[in-house]
C-alpha cells in the first residue's frame, strides 16, 4: 500500500517569504507527527496531531510555524516569513492507532531558505 | 537538554563483522525504544523497537538490548553493505512524539 507521501520534495525560497509544506498520511491513520531535522542535528519534533483531539504544538519554535490537519487526513505545515535557520528537512510521520508506538515517515521535503 | 543520546557519530565495521550501535537516555519515563535506519534523500523507516520491560528482542540479523540502566544497543550480524545508513535511536512514553537521537552513521567496509 502507499506510504506517507509529502510534497513539494525541495523548496527554495527567499527570506522572508512563506511557505506550505504538504503531508498524506497513510490512509487510516489517526496520528500524524512532523518533524524536522537541521543540519548535522536528530530529528525535532515539532507538532503531533491525534483523531479530534486539539494537536500537541509544543515542539513549534516560534509563532512562525503552524500546522494544520483537514478532515483527519492531509495536513499542511506552514511556514510564514521564513528565515535562514528554518533551513531544513521536514518529515511528516503517521501512525495508524493512538496505541501505536511506531511512526512511519515519508521522504521529506528539503527546505532551503536564501 | 538531549535526553537521547547517541555518542558516537560514526562507526565503520568490516562486512560479516558486527555491528553494536549504542544509545543513552535521561529520561526513566520512556516506556518505549525504537531504532530507524535512514538512507540519504529518504525518510526514516522502522528497524525494530523494545518495550522498557523487556531486555531483548531480536528480528533476523538484528538484535536490541536493553539490560543496563538507561542505556541500549542495536546489534547487527552479519553486517552488510546494504547496512550502510545513519541509525538513528529514539524513545517515547504512551503515543507521544519520539525523541530522537542525533544518529549514528554506519559504514559497512566490503
Known amino acids: 500500500g502507499a506510504g506517507v507521501s509529502q510534497s513539494p520534495s525541495n523548496k527554495v525560497t527567499e527570506k522572508g517569504k512563506d511557505v506550505e509544506l504538504r503531508c498524506d498520511p497513510i490512509s487510516g491513520h489517526t496520528a500524524l507527527y512532523w518533524y524536522r531535522q537541521s543540519l548535522g542535528q536528530g530529528l525535532e519534533f515539532l507538532i503531533y496531531f491525534q483523531g479530534n483531539s486539539a494537536p500537541d504544538k509544543s515542539g513549534l519554535p516560534s509563532d512562525r510555524f503552524s500546522a494544520e490537519r483537514t478532515g483527519g487526513s492531509v495536513s499542511t505545515l506552514t511556514i510564514q516569513r521564513t528565515q535562514q535557520e528554518d533551513s531544513a528537512v521536514y518529515l511528516c510521520?503517521?501512525?495508524?492507532?493512538?496505541?501505536?508506538?511506531?511512526?512511519?515517515f515519508g521522504p521529506g521535503t528539503r527546505l532551503t531558505v536564501l | 537538554d538531549q535526553q537521547v543520546k547517541q555518542n558516537s557519530p560514526s562507526l565503520s565495521v568490516q562486512e560479516g563483522r558486527i555491528s553494536i550501535l549504542n544509545c543513552d537516555y535521561t529520561?526513566?519515563?520512556?516506556?518505549?525504544f525504537l531504532w530507524y535506519k535512514k538512507y540519504p534523500a529518504e525518510g526514516p523507516t522502522f528497524l525494530i523497537s523494545i518495550s522498557s520491560i523487556k531486555d531483548k528482542n531480536e528480528d533476523g540479523r538484528f538484535t536490541v538490548l536493553n539490560k543496563s540502566a538507561k542505556h541500549l544497543s542495536l546489534h547487527i550480524v552479519p553486517s552488510q553493505p546494504g547496512d550502510s545508513a545513519v541509525y538513528f535511536c529514539?524513545?517515547?512514553?504512551?503515543?507521544?512524539?519520539?525523541?530522537f537521537g542525533t544518529g549514528t552513521r554506519l559504514t559497512i567496509i566490503p
Open positions: 510521520a503517521s501512525s495508524p492507532s493512538p496505541a501505536a508506538d511506531t511512526q512511519y
Open positions: 529520561n526513566s519515563m520512556f516506556d518505549y
Open positions: 529514539a524513545a517515547n512514553f504512551g503515543n507521544e512524539k519520539l525523541t
